[in-house]
């Protein structure tokens, strides 16, 4: 059974910095693309960053390039997102997800499994 849990989320002041984590089981990361998505309050779930271990493409939204970085800790079969110069705009719940994709990773619709979500709220 796959299994997704995000933490890592917070307050931080604008111009800030967190990492989240993504722990799973269930699955080898490496034969699977992971994602970070977000939503904020009255919007829709927008993709955030997700990387294809396997292949090894790399995909960032364009309001985040520059400043957030996913990575993995295969030892812990953990995915990261790493969150630098947060802006208020950045508040939302973020969700890891997890699915077999080979094209369109940026499409919350092709992802199978998703954790509960960590809420990272950035003040101004």
């Known amino acids: 059974q796959v299994q997704l849990v995000e933490s890592g989320g917070g307050v931080v002041q604008a111009g800030g910095s967190l990492r989240l984590a993504c722990l799973t089981s269930?699955?080898?990361?490496?034969?699977?693309?992971m994602g970070w998505f977000r939503q904020a309050p009255g919007k829709e779930r927008e993709v955030v960053a997700t990387?294809?271990?396997?292949?090894?493409?790399?995909y960032y939204a364009d309001s985040v390039k520059g400043r957030f970085t996913i990575t993995r800790d295969t030892g812990k079969n953990t995915v990261h997102l790493s969150m630098n110069s947060l802006k208020p705009e950045d508040t939302a719940v973020y969700y890891c997800?997890?699915?077999?994709?080979?094209?369109?990773?940026?499409?919350?619709?092709?992802?199978?499994?998703w954790g509960q979500g960590t809420q990272v709220t950035v003040s101004s």
């Open positions: 997800a997890a699915g077999l994709i080979t094209s369109a990773t940026f499409d919350s619709n092709r992802y199978a499994y």
């Open positions: 990387k294809n271990w396997s292949g090894g493409s790399t």
């Open positions: 269930g699955l080898t990361i490496s034969n699977y693309v």
